[in-house]
């Protein structure tokens, strides 16, 4: 069974940081890419960031500067370091999966995790 599985989020004042961890099974996880999305409250799901299968990474401009996106392929787990964090990145976020590189668009993903939520307060 594939799964993407996201953790480490929770409640975090405004400045503070979170890492989230995206663990993947049941696909070969060295031949994807992996995003992270997230859903606001009354919003339409945002791409944030993507790491291909070369390493190679890319950032929405809501959060460059602030988040970080890095794989360890030994673990099978991408994570999302977020610093700086404003009461406008609550959202639930998902991670998910498309082969090879990053395409940008939601439409392009093979696989999704549940999503986790992130709290920060205003």
């Known amino acids: 069974e594939v799964q993407l599985v996201e953790s480490g989020g929770g409640l975090v004042q405004t400045g503070g940081s979170l890492r989230l961890s995206c663990a993947a099974s049941?696909?070969?996880?060295?031949?994807?890419?992996i995003s992270w999305f997230r859903q606001a409250p009354g919003k339409e799901r945002e791409g944030i960031s993507c790491?291909?299968?070369?390493?190679?990474?890319i950032y929405a401009d809501s959060v460059k500067g602030r988040f970080s996106i890095a794989s360890d392929n030994a673990k099978n787990t991408v994570y999302l370091q977020m610093n700086g964090l404003k009461a406008e990145d609550t959202a639930v976020y998902y991670c998910a999966a498309e082969i090879r590189s990053c395409t940008g668009g939601d439409y392009g993903m093979d696989y999704w995790g549940k999503g986790i939520l992130v709290t920060v307060s205003s």
């Open positions: 049941g696909f070969s996880f060295d031949d994807y890419a």
């Open positions: 790491i291909s299968s070369d390493g190679s990474t």
